[in-house]
């Protein structure tokens, strides 16, 4: 079993829509959670970060962070044809020595359809 | 803006070419890293430094060896290409600290023929 699950999709959803990306994962250390944006032949950026449990909001952009039941999610508010792209996941249980390592979902990718 | 950047977007090389990827930072960042992305399979990590002449081993090093003489500086040398090292190459960088999460590149697509 992985440690971080990721839906591969592909999942497209109509312009405007409202967008919900899940991970799951099995390490209970986990404790700082990214969302990094893909777009085609590009690396990686990243869109989001939360520490711990809780909601973080940035724009149209919400994420979840549910400890309790290994759970996260990234809601996308408002959808655009521009949040095309491939959304992977990201956690660590952070370092006593500062050199953190992230485990990474496989991504989801993701068509908004004008 | 800061950057991480990657010398080469696009390789091809011939099978038994030893093959090096580079890639430099800006940011002065400690931690480095070596990812290979494939369809499916996502990123997986090949090699990581956390100093200069420091590095380690991620989950799939076999085929790969790394250098790091400066702190800006990280690379990848493929020792004899074979046709299933043909994927994205991504580096990133990250500073010490916790929760920073990572700076990538633009990636190298590697294809050996």
């Known amino acids: 079993q992985k440690e971080v699950e990721q839906d591969p999709g592909p999942l497209s959803v109509p312009e405007g829509a409202i967008v919900s990306l899940n991970c799951t994962y099995s390490n209970s250390a986990f404790q700082y959670f990214m969302w990094y944006r893909q777009y085609s032949r590009k690396g990686p950026e990243l869109l989001m970060y939360?520490?711990?449990?809780g909601n973080k909001e940035d724009g149209r952009f919400t994420a979840q962070v549910d400890k309790s039941s290994k759970y996260i999610s990234l809601f996308i508010r408002d959808s655009q044809p521009s949040d095309s792209a491939t959304y992977l996941c990201?956690?660590?249980?952070?370092?006593?020595?500062?050199?953190?390592?992230?485990?990474f979902g496989t991504g989801t990718r993701l068509t908004i359809i004008p | 803006d800061v950057k991480v950047t990657q010398s080469s977007r696009y390789l091809v090389k011939r099978t038994g070419e030893k093959v090096f990827l580079e890639c430099v930072q800006d940011?002065?960042?400690?931690?480095m890293f070596w990812y290979r992305q494939d369809p499916g399979l996502g990123l997986r990590l090949i090699y990581f430094?956390?100093?200069?002449?420091?590095?380690e081993k991620g989950d799939i090093p076999e085929g790969y060896s790394v250098s790091r003489e400066k702190k800006e500086r990280f690379s990848l040398i493929l020792e004899s290409a074979s046709t299933n090292q043909t994927s994205m190459y991504l580096c990133a960088s990250s500073p010490l600290g916790q929760g920073h999460g990572y700076t990538f590149g633009s990636g190298t697509r590697l294809t050996v023929v």
């Open positions: 990201a956690m660590s249980a952070g370092s006593n020595f500062g050199n953190e390592k992230l485990t």
């Open positions: 940011m002065d960042h400690e931690n």
């Open positions: 430094s956390y100093d200069v002449k420091m590095k």
């Open positions: 939360t520490y711990s449990s």
